[in-house]
């Protein structure tokens, strides 16, 4: 792979036609190029994957491994990451008539300005073809003016087959359908050079490796979710960039009867669908993390790579006793995550090392009889909006109620993602009832010494540290 010649260009399929694109920047963002080459029916609204006006659908990978219209937020992938995947835009789902998901927003009155409308479009297109037209599917997507109404009716309309439309397609008998038959959702390889950057997307881990050993500078991306900011709004061409979205190692799941690995790059909505039910803790999370636009490219490797003191996976993760897999070219090593966060920002992955996997053990202790666990997130806004506290608590309970284990972490309350260590020890031995909670929650609250920010202050962050363990012990003991 590092020998591999450079391509000077890079193809990519919109709307069934093969785009032949040569020295442009890999790290311009798929939306900038949509709107200079004239395909504006994709709108920018935010530029920062909060509003969904940018949706694009790219067929991808889904949980079964077979191909899939994925809705995603064009204003944060970087071109050269699309290459050689099938786009649809707004433009492209007409065919003499209109797509029964536009039929059902006409009808239903679910567009008035429009600026919204081809978002909307495009995520109810993908939900159509994966027969998941719930609320869900837009909840990635902002409108000002319809009051929402309009727009789940559509879907409801659509979902229950009344779109009322004479020409309505139907699922499986349409050409969208026909070409999900034909297309091969795996990533091919890639080295890319344009405007003087390079973009490299192998597909083995050690030919990342090697990459990394030869270009130093580089940046790893996966999901782009975060780095995308980066070239969406500050315009950051980065020289050297090495996706991750490719390699094989890192896109592995596996159930075993003790743990679960999960690989670096898999993305969230497919960690959703194969372990729910396995984690209550995180399918709770996943469910409040982001949107699905966001979820179907970002992924658990990012999300501690990014090392984000509000990220959300981190809490639930260290209050699973989560570990790290860490590959360099000398070998591997495994880490439990509480050690590789190190400080703001900062982890223990040293130069030219890769997150490969993170392992969550299933087993509770070993004189344990039930687990509880939970995770919750308080934000401004239900979904689609970063942390003021995020927490994740694992209770292990002998026969007689008693603690034998207890891991309470956090988000948002210090610098990195955190436990509460010496809290955790006293609860130890203690009877898991209202009496052991009255006693701990004095404790948390000074536990640790949390930021005033816009999003909240100090103290009202100290009071959700507490209270959140309080509604945890409410909720797992029935007594709401
Ligand atoms: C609209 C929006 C909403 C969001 N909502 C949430 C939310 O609710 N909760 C939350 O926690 N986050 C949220 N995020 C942040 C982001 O989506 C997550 O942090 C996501 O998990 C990042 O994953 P990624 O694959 O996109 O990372 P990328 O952007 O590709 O990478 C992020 C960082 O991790 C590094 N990295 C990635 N993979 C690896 C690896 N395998 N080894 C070493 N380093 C690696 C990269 O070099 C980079 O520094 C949101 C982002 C957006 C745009
Ligand atoms: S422009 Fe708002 S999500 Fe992309
Ligand atoms: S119709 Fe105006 S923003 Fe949605």
Not at 78 to 93: D, K
Not at 327 to 339: M, Q, S, Y
């Amino acid at each position: 792979m590092t020998t591999q010649r450079l391509e000077n260009h890079l193809t990519l399929t919109i709307n069934g036609e093969m785009v032949r694109l040569k020295e442009v920047s890999p790290t311009m963002t798929l939306l900038q190029y949509l709107q200079q080459s004239g395909q504006t029916g994709t709108k920018e609204g935010c530029g920062d994957g909060d509003c969904g006006a940018c949706t694009v659908a790219v067929i991808g990978q889904g949980c079964d491994r077979k191909p899939h219209y994925q809705a995603m937020n064009s204003c944060l992938i970087p071109l050269a990451a699309v290459a050689g995947q099938e786009i649809v835009t707004v433009e492209g789902i007409a065919n003499g008539q209109l797509h029964p998901v536009q039929a059902a927003m006409v009808q239903t009155g679910g567009s008035q300005c429009g600026y919204c409308t081809p978002g909307f479009i495009i995520s109810l297109f993908a939900a159509y073809y994966d027969r998941t037209l719930e609320d869900a599917a837009v909840e990635g997507n902002l409108c000002r003016c319809t009051g929402y109404l309009p727009i789940r009716r559509a879907a409801q309309r659509v979902a229950s087959g009344q779109s009322g439309d004479e020409g309505v397609l139907h699922v499986g008998g349409d050409r969208f359908a026909a070409k999900l038959e034909h297309v091969t959702p795996e990533l091919s390889p890639l080295s890319y050079t344009g405007n003087n950057q390079q973009f490299y997307r192998p597909t083995r881990l050690s030919d990342a490796l090697q990459l990394l050993q030869h270009h130093p500078e580089s940046i790893l991306v996966a999901g782009a979710t975060d780095l995308g900011l980066e070239m969406s709004h500050h315009r950051q061409a980065f020289p050297v960039m090495i996706s991750l979205e490719a390699i094989a190692e890192l896109q592995q799941l596996e159930q075993m009867a003790e743990f679960v690995e999960i690989g670096a790059a898999v993305p969230l909505s497919r960690i959703e669908d194969i372990l729910r039910g396995v984690f209550p803790s995180l399918d709770e999370m996943l469910h409040w993390f982001a949107a699905r636009q966001v979820r179907n490219r970002a992924t658990i490797g990012g999300n501690i790579g990014t090392a984000s003191p509000i990220g959300d996976l981190p809490p639930v993760l260290l209050s699973l006793d989560a570990e790290v897999r860490i590959a360099g070219l000398v070998g591997e090593r495994t880490i439990p995550l509480a050690n590789f966060f190190k400080d703001y920002r900062q982890t223990d992955l040293q130069p030219g090392e890769i997150i490969v996997s993170v392992i969550i053990p299933k087993a509770i202790a070993p004189n344990a009889t039930r687990r509880l666990s939970q995770s919750y997130k308080v934000g401004k806004r239900g979904t689609d909006d970063i942390s003021i506290v995020a927490a994740a608590f694992t209770i292990d309970l002998d026969s007689e109620d008693r603690i034998v284990q207890a891991r309470l972490a956090y988000g948002g309350v210090a610098a990195t993602p955190v436990r509460a260590i010496a809290i955790e020890q006293q609860l130890i031995g203690k009877p898991w009832n209202m009496t052991t909670i009255q006693q701990i929650k004095p404790l948390l609250e000074t536990a640790f010494t949390p930021l005033t920010d816009l999003r909240g202050t100090a103290e009202y962050r100290k009071l959700l540290i507490a209270n959140l363990f309080e509604k945890f012990f409410v909720e797992t003991s029935g007594l709401q």
